[in-house]
C-alpha cells in the first residue's frame, strides 16, 4: 500500500529534524557520489571514495542546505545542527583514535568549502584547526619533531587570521601582511640571502613567526586569536559559509553561469600531513594530461609540503613521475588509484593526495577540467577503452570546446626565425600574442580599449580572474600546470605558460627581465600554449591542423592524430543528430570551405556582401545615384553579370546542396562614400556633379537606419533591384543545371512584417523566374520564402505562411526589434544589465529564450498552422551557440544555420540536443 507507506514515511521525518551533517570514514559513509547538490562535489567524492575504500582520512560534511538557511536567517544556523555536528565530532574522534583540544593527542581537522561544481581556489579552506599554544607542545611531542607542529601552527595561524578574521592586504598594500611577517623574519634571519625557501626556518624561528602572527591578529582586528577549538570550528564553518558571498566567487559564478542560490557545502576532515618530512609530501594528478589528452598520470608534487603549497604556485613542484624514484611504493599505489578512479567514475579525474611517512591518502577527486583538445581525445579513446559509449562521449564535450581545435597556431616558419626567449610548463594549449600587462585591472583595462592583451605575472591568484578572461593568453614565472593560472585557463580556453622560472618580474616598474633583455608594460610577447615557448614581439599564426586537412589540404588524416579523433567525433555526432546544418556563407570559396566543415546547405547568403569587390561597387552607386527606374535599371544591367557568376560559383560549390539566398537587405546609404573627397572621386567617375552626390547622399541619410529603408522596403520601393536578383539567381540556376549539376535555390526576403510585403515580392520572383524558364527553355525547382525577424511578423506567421514556403529566423535582427535594443549600442550598458542579473547572458551571443524564443515558438505554430510541412530554420549567430542550437531542436527547426568556423559546434551541439530527448 504504497500510500499509507509514504505518509507514515513523511510523518516520522517531520517529527525528526533533517539530516545536516553526513559522516564518511573507514569504508562507511552516509552519503554517496550522487548527492553533490547536497554535499558539494568535494563531500560527495570524499564520501564515494570512501565507499570504494581508497584511503581518505575521516570526517563530515554539512550539507548545502544549510548554507541556503543560513543566507536566508540573516546568517544564523538551523536548531538541530549544534547537536548533529557534536554527533559527527564524537564519531570522527573515534575514528582517528584523538580528541579535539587534547593535551596528550590532539584531533587536527581541516575546515574545507566544496560547492556543487569546483569553482577552483574561489572558496576558503583551513588546515590544522585545533591547534593552540598548548596543542602545539602535545602535537610536537608526540610526532617527535617540534618544526612540523610549529610549522602547522603557523599555517593555521596564517589561514584563520586571513579567512576568518580578516586579516587582509588593506587598499594601497601590495603584499599579504603574513607573508610580510614572514619576509622580515628572513631578512632578520638570513641577511644574505632573504629569499631563502620557508622549509629552512627551523622550530624556533617558526615559533618565533607564530608569536608574530598572533601580535598580527591582535593588531589587526583588536581581539585574540581564540584558542578554544570549538570556536575555532565554529569561526571556520561561518567564514566558509561567507565565503560563497565574497567577490571573486560571485564572479566566477556568474562567469560560468553557477546559481547564487546553489550555496556551498562544508567539509570537516581528519588532518594527514605531509609536512612531517622527506617521506611526506603533497600533490594534485590528473588521471590522463589534462591538456592534450595522452593517457598518462600527470602532475605534480611538492615534499615536505601540505597542499595549499602546490596549487597556489608559491613552490614549483616536481612533476608526479618523479616519485617513481622517490617514492617508488607510492608511486606505484598511485597507479593503481589512477585505475581505480577511472573505471570508478569512467571519466578523467583531477585528485588531490597527501603522502604521510610514506603512507598515501586521498583528499579529493573530481571530473578533471581540460582543454577542448584533451576533452576530444579522452572521450574518443575511452570509447575505444569501452569506458564509455559514443553517446557518453558527444554527450561529455562542451561543445564550444571544438572552437579551440580550429583555432590558428604559430606559424612554423615564423617561429623559427624567431628567437625563443625563454621556456615555461605548456598548460592550456594554443598560440597568442599580445601586450604585456603585469597587473590584471590594467590588463581589463586595455582589453577594454580593443588591445590584445597578455596578463604576465609572478603567479595568479582568484583575484586575478578578471584580467584573466580579458587575456588573449597567461604567462606566469612560477607555479606548475595545477597552479591556479593553469587551471582557470584551461577551463576558459585560454592559451597559458606557467612556471617560467627565467622570467623577472618586477611589478614596481612594470618590467619584465629575461637572459639579459628587457620588456616593458605594453610591449608584446608571443606564447606557446602547447610547447611552453616564450616569444618576442607578435608572431605570426598558421591554421589549425583540422583546418590544414579539411580546407588547405596539405596535411592527411594520417598524419594528424588530433584530426583524426575529432572526425571520429564529428561521425558520432552526425549519426545522432536530426537537425541538419548549414553555413552562413556569401562567396564561392567560403561556400567550398563550409562544405568541408559539414554544411549540408548554405542557410544565409547575403548578396550584398558581392557588391563590395573589384569595380562592382561603382555600379551600385551607380544604381543608387541614378534620378530614375531606367537609369536604375541600366547601372543594374551591369551588376547582373556579377551576380550571376556569384550565384552559379556558389551552386557549384554546393553540389546540389540546397542555398538560400537572401536579396538585398543593408540600407542603400551603406554603400556609398561620406566623406567629401571620396564623393569627389565618385562624381568623376560617374561624369556627374559633385552637388548630385552630396545630394542624394543627404536624400538617403536616416536617424535611424537599422529601422529605416531597408530589407523589403528597398525591394518595394525598388522592384528593379529584386528583379535584377532574381534574374541574376535564375541565370546562374539554369547554367549549372544544364552542366549537370543539381540547383536547389531558396530565396528569401528579407524584414517582412505584413503579408502584402511578401506577396509582392513573390510574385515578382514568380515572374523573372518564369521569364528565365522560357529563354533557357529549362525547368527549374525554387523555392520563396522569408526571414522572421520583426515580431510582427512571428505574430501574424499564419498569415505569411500562405506565401512563404520557408522560415528562416533571423535572430539578430529579431532580438534588435524584440528587445528594443541596438546591438552596437547594447555594449555601454549590458556589463551591468549581467551584473544585476537582469539579463544572465548577452541576449547576441545567447538566444533568449523567455522572450525572443517565445516569439520563435508562436510563428513556428502559427506557420504550421497554414503551412504543415512548411521548412524552418535559424541563420542568425545564435546558430552557432550550443544553448541556442539546443533550444532550436526542441522548436522542432529542420535546419541551423552558422559561419563556417563553428559548423563543428553546432554539429556536436545538435547530437546532444538529440541524445537528450
Ligand atoms: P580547494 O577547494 O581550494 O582545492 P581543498 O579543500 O581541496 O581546497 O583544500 C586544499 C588543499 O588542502 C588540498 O589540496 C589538500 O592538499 C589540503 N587538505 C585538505 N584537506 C586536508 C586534510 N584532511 N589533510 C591534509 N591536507 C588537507
Ligand atoms: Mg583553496
Ligand atoms: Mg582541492
Known amino acids: 500500500m504504497p500510500t499509507k507507506s509514504k505518509s507514515a514515511k513523511s510523518k516520522k521525518s517531520s517529527s525528526k529534524s533533517p539530516k545536516y551533517v553526513y559522516s564518511f570514514g573507514n569504508g562507511k559513509a552516509d552519503g554517496n557520489g550522487k548527492l553533490k547538490s547536497l554535499l558539494g562535489g568535494k563531500g560527495a567524492n570524499l564520501a564515494e571514495m570512501t565507499r570504494i575504500r581508497l584511503p581518505v582520512p575521516p570526517g563530515f560534511t554539512i550539507s548545502t542546505e544549510v548554507c541556503t538557511y543560513y ?12 547537536k548533529q555536528i557534536d554527533e559527527a565530532i564524537h564519531k570522527l574522534e573515534t575514528a582517528m583514535g584523538k580528541k579535539f583540544g587534547d593535551q596528550k593527542d590532539p584531533l587536527l581537522v581541516a575546515v574545507r568549502s566544496g560547492a556543487r561544481d569546483s569553482m577552483p581556489g574561489m572558496m576558503d579552506t583551513i588546515l590544522n584547526l585545533g591547534l593552540n599554544d598548548r596543542t602545539v607542545r602535545a602535537l610536537a611531542e608526540r610526532s617527535k619533531n617540534e618544526r612540523f607542529a610549529y610549522d602547522c601552527y603557523r599555517r593555521f595561524l596564517q589561514m584563520y587570521g586571513d579567512v576568518v578574521m580578516g586579516v587582509q592586504k588593506r587598499a594601497g598594500e601590495d603584499h599579504e601582511p603574513f607573508e610580510v611577517v614572514i619576509e622580515e623574519l628572513k631578512k632578520e634571519l638570513f641577511p644574505k640571502d632573504p629569499h631563502v625557501s620557508d622549509t629552512k626556518l627551523d622550530a624556533t624561528a617558526l615559533r618565533k613567526l607564530t608569536d608574530r602572527f598572533r601580535k598580527l591578529i591582535r593588531e589587526r ?15 571556520a564553518v561561518g567564514a566558509v559559509f561567507g565565503s560563497w558571498n565574497n567577490e571573486r566567487a560571485i564572479i566566477y559564478r556568474r562567469k560560468y553561469n553557477i546559481p547564487h542560490e546553489w550555496g556551498t557545502a562544508v567539509n570537516v576532515q581528519g588532518m594527514v600531513f605531509g609536512n612531517t618530512g622527506n617521506d611526506s609530501g603533497s600533490g594534485v594528478s590528473f588521471t590522463r594530461d589534462p591538456a592534450t589528452g595522452e593517457k598518462v598520470l600527470y602532475g605534480e608534487f611538492l615534499l615536505n609540503a601540505q597542499g595549499e603549497d602546490v596549487v597556489a604556485g608559491v613552490r614549483t613542484p616536481e612533476p608526479v613521475l618523479q616519485l617513481q624514484v622517490e617514492m617508488p611504493e607510492v608511486y606505484r599505489q598511485l597507479q593503481d588509484v589512477r585505475h581505480t578512479l577511472e573505471s570508478h567514475f569512467h571519466d578523467m579525474q583531477d585528485f588531490e593526495f597527501t603522502v604521510e611517512h610514506g603512507r598515501l591518502f586521498m583528499l579529493q577527486t573530481r571530473n578533471g577540467k581540460r582543454t577542448g583538445f584533451a576533452a576530444v581525445r579522452i572521450a574518443v579513446e575511452m570509447v575505444k577503452e ?28 615564423a617561429r623559427k626565425t624567431t628567437q625563443v626567449i625563454a621556456k615555461g610548463l605548456p598548460a592550456g594549449p594554443g598560440a597568442a600574442s599580445g601586450k604585456i600587462y603585469f597587473s590584471a585591472n590594467e590588463a581589463e583595462a586595455a582589453a577594454q580599449r580593443g588591445e590584445k592583451v597578455l596578463l604576465v605575472r609572478v603567479e595568479t591568484s582568484p583575484e586575478d580572474i578578471r584580467g584573466m578572461l580579458a587575456a588573449e593568453g597567461i604567462l606566469t614565472a612560477r607555479g606548475g600546470v595545477s597552479s591556479h593560472a593553469a587551471l582557470v585557463a584551461r577551463q576558459m580556453g585560454k ?3 606557467c612556471g617560467a622560472s627565467e622570467l623577472q618580474i618586477d611589478y614596481s616598474t612594470n618590467t619584465l627581465h629575461v637572459r639579459g633583455q628587457n620588456f616593458r608594460k605594453g610591449d608584446f610577447l608571443s606564447i606557446d600554449g602547447t610547447t611552453g615557448e616564450i616569444f618576442p614581439g607578435e608572431v605570426k599564426t598558421s591554421p589549425s591542423d583540422i583546418v590544414r586537412v579539411l580546407i588547405d589540404k596539405d596535411l592527411t588524416p594520417a598524419e594528424s592524430p588530433i584530426y583524426r579523433v575529432f572526425a571520429q567525433l564529428m561521425q558520432w555526432a552526425d549519426q545522432r543528430r536530426t537537425m541538419e546544418v548549414r553555413a552562413n556563407a556569401d562567396q564561392p570559396d567560403q561556400v567550398g570551405h563550409a562544405v568541408a566543415f559539414g554544411a549540408q546547405g548554405v542557410g544565409l547568403c547575403r548578396t550584398e556582401h558581392m557588391f563590395f569587390e573589384g569595380d562592382r561597387i561603382d555600379h551600385v552607386r551607380e544604381m543608387i545615384l541614378a534620378e530614375n527606374a531606367d537609369e536604375r535599371g541600366k547601372a543594374l544591367s551591369k551588376l547582373l553579370p556579377a551576380q550571376r557568376s556569384d550565384f552559379a560559383g556558389i551552386f557549384k560549390a554546393l553540389k546540389g546542396l540546397p ?3 537572401r536579396f538585398l537587405d543593408p540600407p542603400l546609404h551603406e554603400f556609398i562614400p561620406h566623406d567629401e573627397a571620396s564623393q569627389k572621386d565618385l562624381a568623376e567617375k560617374l ?10 547622399v543627404k536624400e538617403l541619410h536616416e536617424f535611424n537606419p537599422m529601422l529605416g529603408h531597408r530589407g523589403c522596403r528597398l525591394g518595394i520601393v525598388y522592384p528593379e533591384i529584386s528583379e535584377m536578383q532574381a534574374r541574376a539567381v535564375f541565370e546562374a540556376a539554369a547554367e549549372v543545371q544544364a552542366s549537370g549539376i543539381k540547383v536547389r535555390p531558396e530565396i528569401m526576403i528579407p524584414l517582412v512584417g505584413f503579408p502584402k510585403e511578401l506577396e509582392l515580392q513573390i510574385a515578382l520572383v514568380h515572374k523573372v523566374a518564369a521569364q528565365v524558364q522560357k529563354e533557357k527553355n529549362t525547368k527549374l525547382s525554387y523555392l520563396v520564402g522569408t526571414m522572421i525577424e520583426i515580431p510582427r511578423a512571428c505574430v501574424v506567421a499564419d498569415q505569411i505562411a500562405r506565401s512563404a514556403q520557408f522560415f528562416s529566423f533571423g535572430t539578430n535582427d529579431l532580438t534588435q526589434t ?31 529564450q523567455g522572450g525572443v524564443g517565445k516569439l520563435m515558438e508562436t510563428a513556428v505554430k502559427l506557420g504550421r498552422s497554414t503551412r504543415k510541412d512548411i521548412k524552418l530554420g535559424i541563420c542568425g549567430e545564435h546558430g552557432g551557440e550550443p544553448d541556442s542550437v539546443k533550444f532550436c531542436h526542441q522548436l522542432g527547426l529542420a535546419y541551423v544555420s552558422c559561419s563556417p568556423f563553428r559548423l563543428p559546434i553546432a554539429r556536436l551541439a545538435a547530437a546532444q540536443a538529440a541524445l537528450k530527448n
Open 71 to 82: 543566507y536566508d536567517h540573516k546568517r544564523t544556523y538551523p536548531p538541530a545542527l549544534e
Open 659 to 661: 542555398a538560400t539566398i
Open 386 to 413: 569501452k569506458l564509455i559509449k559514443p553517446d557518453d562521449a558527444i554527450r561529455r564535450i562542451p561543445a564550444d570546446s571544438l572552437s579551440q581545435l580550429l583555432a590558428p597556431v604559430f606559424d612554423s616558419r
Open 818 to 848: 524584440t528587445l528594443g535594443m541596438s546591438r552596437d549600442d547594447a555594449g555601454s550598458f549590458l556589463p551591468r544589465y549581467q551584473e544585476e542579473e537582469i539579463v544572465r547572458q548577452n541576449p547576441f551571443a545567447v538566444l533568449d
Open 495 to 497: 592559451v597559458c605558460v
Open 687 to 696: 561624369g556627374i556633379s559633385v552637388d548630385r552626390v552630396s545630394r542624394r
Open 221 to 235: 582586528t583588536g581581539q585574540d586569536f581564540p584558542e578554544d577549538p570549538r570556536e575555532q570550528l565554529r569561526g
